[in-house]
């Protein structure tokens, strides 16, 4: 059986898309290769391989074989995530220099034109100047560029400057030294906008990543030291100071503060924080000293994850940015055909070169994932991680939601109400029967049991031979006794309970004890619906959402009761792997389908559904892995929103792509027949990269 391995390796030098497409083509041909994805944004490579076909010194020939791309000896597959980049600006500051950039190519746009065309300032110059000094200046000026060019040609790779270069070389051999002279400072004008386009992709990554401490105060033989991060170990006390960010995921041992949690939740309220409490690397103590066990350090944290799964959004490419690579890849050969046919037919070489000159590949390739990383990067700051552009577009598509009960439409902290003995043991002991077998469980319901216990003061016996069934309950022997604490799929002595059947009419979820397979005791718990869930719900309707459907494992009437209230279907007594077929069966209809849960349970589901969604993700392993989009923060207000931001993204894209698609068809139109000279075909081919990037900006600033 092959054992295939994943790797990550920084690529250095890419500065386009088409830079990423070159160097995934090459890895993806090595043998041995499962998968690979490039990731302009994050300039890495993610690898799944077969190691005993290759390795990683055949990844880096292959690299370097696709142009001047280079891996550097160190790779970041197990260091933690950066902290911090003295690149990174606010998104205040980058508006303003989008908004110079833009001042500026147009200020050269119109100097040529008004200047150089309209009051023939070229023609007189390529009359005084001699010809053998203008080809010097030509090939001075686009050397960097042409260097690239003749690298990739011999390689058998076609990029956007082939196109511009073979223009400039028409026009020298025309005798246009001027014009070829402003198509290359067009071609440096180009490479510059498409360098600092990358780098806006990139940007919202860097401040994201930008927001972790460096280093952290830690407890070593009696004294504090200040270390790097990645230098702390698991079980070391941090100490943390009033106004400091916290640099590890961990447990507070001593002390009370404010915390500030807006980087891992987006929440502007701060949280009181305690001994038991957890605390998350990024977040900010704003009054009071903790002392902190570490529990996980770097890429482990909540914080790294997050950041891990933003890098790695590129790789989840929407179908229409697969569409938009693959109609970029066989752009440039249909416009050299194009060129070919203008010169076959005009037998004008100015025109054919302006042809070549003003298509422009790259932003085709730039249309969707400029957008799609602004707005995942943005939302992550907010608190809505967004696996990739494939889950927003299809959260804009989305047409049935599917919702879990306990911990999601809930607050998920649910109280006894009602311990009743059937067997006339005493309800102290019944409870501590139950608390005992519900000690490691992570359900909500088996934490109301234990409150409970400990509001009484009772003491728990140690379980033994503890089991979890997920949708049934839990089994344990507790003193020597058999001890199960579930519903009535795990206990049928409880089916026919009428006392059960009352306490359920009131809209409570039940608990049944046996011990040594009899039915001992019945325990009623009751959950507050979060407040702002029928507000959320009636957005979700008013987005066009007409299907929304409660799935959940409690009993038939406590589940009529929530969903008579929020005016919404219902199915209950549902194990997982039913909320599973609900999903398919949807799925199988033709609907775009979105789960929501609280990504323990639900996992399952949350992966089989076209958009799962997490509630309340933060310091939740399993939620961040099974979940599409993990909400970090438990506010159902947010799944509106996320939906809103995926339409609005979608949209941007569609903008994108229709503004590229006329932009270039009407340029090559008027340079084919001649109405647009090389010159402004030139500056033409500028623009488009600082047109998607100026609309795609917009979602940086999402209200």
């Known amino acids: 059986m092959v054992k295939l391995q994943t790797l990550e390796v ?69 260091a933690a995530p950066p902290m911090g980049d003295a690149s990174t600006i606010s998104a205040q500051a980058f508006n303003w220099q989008l908004v110079l950039l833009l001042a500026g190519v147009f200020s050269v746009v119109v100097s040529i034109v008004v200047v150089g065309e309209w009051l023939g300032m070229f023609e007189i110059l390529n009359e005084l100047v001699p010809f053998p000094i203008g080809v010097a200046i030509v090939l001075m000026g686009g050397l960097p560029v042409f260097r690239k060019v003749i690298r990739a040609t011999l390689k058998r790779q076609i990029i956007s400057h082939t196109l511009m270069t073979i223009g400039a070389m028409a026009a020298l051999a025309v005798g246009e030294w001027v014009t070829a002279a402003i198509v290359v400072v067009f071609m440096r004008v180009g490479e510059y906008v498409e360098n600092f386009t990358t780098a806006s992709a990139r940007r919202a990554v860097k401040e994201l990543t930008a927001i972790a401490p460096q280093t952290a105060r830690v407890e070593r033989d009696g004294a504090e030291a200040e270390v790097p991060v990645a230098e702390v170990k698991v079980g070391e006390i941090v100490i943390v100071r009033p106004g400091e960010k916290i640099p590890i995921d961990g447990e507070v041992i001593a002390g009370q503060a404010t915390i500030d949690q807006a980087a891992i939740t987006g929440e502007s309220m701060p949280v009181e924080v305690a001994s038991g409490s957890h605390v998350f690397a990024a977040t900010i103590a704003k009054l009071g000293s903790l002392r902190v066990k570490t529990l996980s350090v770097g890429a482990d944290t909540t914080f790294g994850r997050v950041v891990k799964m933003v890098e790695e959004a590129e790789a989840h490419r929407a179908d229409v940015q697969r569409f938009a690579d693959k109609f970029s890849a066989s752009y440039l050969p249909v416009v050299i055909g194009l060129a070919t046919l203008t010169f076959l037919i005009s037998r004008n070489p100015l025109s054919t070169a302006a042809v070549l000159v003003v298509a422009c590949s790259c932003s085709i390739a730039l249309a969707t994932p400029i957008a799609m990383l602004a707005s995942i990067g943005a939302s992550a700051k907010r608190g809505l991680l967004i696996k990739g552009g494939k889950y927003l577009e299809a959260l804009a598509h989305a047409d049935v939601v599917l919702v879990d009960k306990t911990g999601t439409l809930t607050l998920g902290q649910p109280q006894i109400t009602d311990v009743i003995s059937l067997n006339g043991l005493p309800t102290s002991e019944v409870l501590a029967l139950a608390a005992a077998a519900e000690r490691y469980s992570e359900h909500p319901l088996a934490a109301a049991v234990r409150a409970a216990a400990r ?59 046996a011990q040594n397979d009899q039915l001992v005791a019945v325990l009623a718990a009751a959950d507050a619906l979060r407040p702002e869930v029928p507000g959320a719900l009636a957005e979700l309707r008013a987005l066009g959402i007409k299907q929304i459907e409660l799935l959940t494992g409690d009993n038939q009437r406590a589940a009529a009761a929530l969903a008579q209230k929020l005016g919404v279907q219902y199915r209950a007594n549902l194990l997982p792997e039913n909320k599973i077929e609900v999903v398919k069966d949807y799925q199988a209809k ?90 402004l075909a030139a500056a033409a081919q500028s623009l488009p990269d600082l047109g998607i990037l100026a609309n795609s900006a917009r979602l940086l600033r999402q209200k």
């Not at 898309?17 to 302009?40: D, F, M, R």
């Not at 005993?52 to 142009?67: C, F, H, M, N, Q």
């Not at 389908?593 to 997490?614: E, H, R, T």
Request: net charge negative; glycine share 8%.
């Open 590 to 679: 033709g609907h775009t389908v979105v789960m929501i849960g609280d990504g323990v349970n639900d996992a399952p589901a949350l992966a089989q559904s076209n958009i799962g969604i997490a509630m309340g993700a933060a310091g939740t392993d399993i939620a961040l892995e099974a979940a599409h989009v993990a909400l970090m923060r438990e506010d159902w207000s947010l799944v509106p929103e996320v939906i809103r931001i995926a339409r609005r993204t979608m949209g941007i894209v569609k903008m994108n792509l229709a503004f590229t698609a006329v932009y270039n068809v009407v340029g090559l139109a008027l340079a084919a027949l001649g109405i647009l000279p090389p010159v």
């Open 455 to 513: 509001a009484q003061n009772l003491s728990l016996s140690e379980p033994q031979d503890f089991e979890a069934m997920p949708g049934l309950g839990v089994r344990a022997r507790v003193n020597g006794s058999l001890v199960a604490v579930g519903n009535r799929r795990l206990i049928p002595a409880a089916q026919s309970l009428p006392l059960a059947q009352q306490l359920e009419g009131q809209g409570k979820t039940l608990l049944f004890v």
């Open 10 to 78: 920084s690529v250095k030098g890419m500065d386009c898309a088409e830079c990423a497409q070159h160097v995934q083509h090459a890895i993806a041909k090595l043998p041995g290769v499962e998968s690979v994805n490039v990731l302009l944004a994050t300039e890495k490579a993610i690898i799944r391989f077969d190691p005993d076909k290759v390795d990683l010194s055949a990844i880096r020939k292959a690299v370097a074989s696709a142009g001047d791309y280079s891996v550097p000896e160190t790779t970041p597959s197990t």
